[in-house]
Structures are given as C-alpha cells and as structure tokens.
C-alpha cells in the first residue's frame, strides 16, 4: 500500500533553515510527482510548490521562491523540503503529498503524516 | 492566482441532514477543482477531483458539481463521521490555491 511517511518535529530558531523529509513505498516512487503543503496553527491550506521524482524538477510557488528548495533521493525514495530564513509565522505543520498530473490537473490521493516545525526564539 | 472563496465557513447540522458547501473560483478553471475532507490532526483525505468524479472508497453520499467558476460539494445525508473541514482546491494554474476550509458542526 501507498505509504508516505515524514520526519519528526523540529524547532527551530528565526533565521534558520528546516530540512523535512518524506519517505515514500508502496508504488514506483520516480512516476508521480510529489508536493508540499503547509497549514498554520488553525488556519487553512498552503501550496509550497512540486517536485518530479524522476528528473528532480521543481516548481515553486512565488511567495517561497529564494527560500524553499525541494530535493529528491531516488536510492531512498525519499523527497526533501529545505526551508531557509526561517520567521515566526513559518510555524506550521509541513506536509507532502503525492499528486500526479491527470487530464484534470494535479489532486493528492495520498499524504505525509505531518511535521510541525516551529520558529521560536 | 487563482483566488478559491469557499461558502460558509462554518455551518452546524444534525445527523442526516442534507448538507451543501460552495466554491467560487476568482476565474475560470473549467473542471479542474477538487474537495478535500479533514479531521482534527489528520492529513485531509480526497473526496471529489475533476468537479465531480468520487474518489474510491469514498460513499457514494459525497458528490460535487460545477463547471468554470462555481462549484458545490454536497453531502446527502450527513453521518456522524463526516463533522470535519472540507476545502476546495484548484489546479487549473500554479500556484495550486485552496479555499478557506468549510466547519461542518453538530447542531
């Protein structure tokens, strides 16, 4: 079964940089593409941008653009989530997901568990 | 961006209650909208993608409808199961954007 699993929390100071993993099995990890998704503390969802397992493509979303890189590790079927400068309102709960391109666009038929990072001095 | 304005944000309602929840997108994307259903410290799950197409495993009590710019999530006969948030997502263009999210309540 398709499974998607995340690393644990971290905590992180203002300024610094946050590097979340997802570590995916159950199908061919290099054929769907892979997104982040972030919610803040009671609040809605936030698409951070997309990477193509296979070839390492990434497209971000503007407002993280500079800031956040997404990397893959094909030998571990793993995708990684690097967030730099890191401010207050980045505390948030991190999730991949796996949404490939379908004639209708991109939807995430499965999740990460979550990582909630929080920036705090 | 595609800017998704979800109506109302919250609603309270009882066990069978027929419930609908709308989307509007801030232009067109034809059909590439799709439902999501969360629950408290939970991933949200997939609903509804393409509009309207039930994801599978999904009951068959959850449908979605519309076209263009104006889309409803409706739930036929609510369950105690289903008290959750439910957000709209379009993927018409990047930056993929949600709607604000949907509380469905206990009355």
């Known amino acids: 079964q398709v499974q998607l699993v995340q690393s644990g929390a971290e905590v992180r100071n203002p300024g610094a940089s946050v590097k979340v993993s997802c570590k995916a099995s159950?199908?061919?990890?290099?054929?769907?593409?892979m997104h982040w998704v972030r919610q803040a503390p009671g609040q809605g969802l936030e698409w951070m941008g997309i990477?193509?397992?296979?070839?390492?493509?990434?497209n971000y979303a503007q407002k993280f653009q500079g800031r956040v890189t997404m990397t893959r590790d094909t030998s571990t079927s793993t995708v990684y989530m690097e967030l730099s400068s890191l401010r207050s309102d980045d505390t948030a709960i991190y999730y991949c997901?796996?949404?490939?391109?379908?004639?209708?666009?991109?939807?995430?038929?499965?999740w990460g568990q979550g990582t909630l990072v929080t920036v705090s001095s | 961006d595609v800017r998704m304005t979800q109506s109302p944000s919250s609603l309270s309602a009882s066990v069978g209650d027929r419930v609908t929840i709308t989307c509007r997108a801030s232009?067109?994307?034809?059909?590439?909208l799709t439902w999501y259903q969360q629950k408290p410290g939970r991933a949200p799950k997939l609903l509804i993608y393409?509009?309207?197409s039930l994801q599978s495993g999904v009951p068959p009590r959850f449908s979605g409808s519309g076209s263009r710019t104006d889309f409803t999530l409706t739930i036929s006969s609510l369950q105690p199961e289903d008290f959750a948030i439910y957000y709209c997502?379009?993927?018409?263009?990047?930056?993929?954007?949600f709607g604000g999210g949907t509380k469905v309540e206990v009355k």
């Open positions: 393409a509009a309207s």
């Open positions: 159950g199908y061919t990890f290099t054929s769907i593409y």
């Open positions: 990477i193509n397992p296979n070839n390492g493509g990434t």
């Open positions: 997901a796996r949404g490939d391109l379908m004639s209708t666009g991109y939807y995430f038929d499965y």
């Open positions: 232009q067109n994307i034809d059909n590439y």
């Open positions: 997502q379009q993927s018409f263009s990047t930056p993929l954007t």
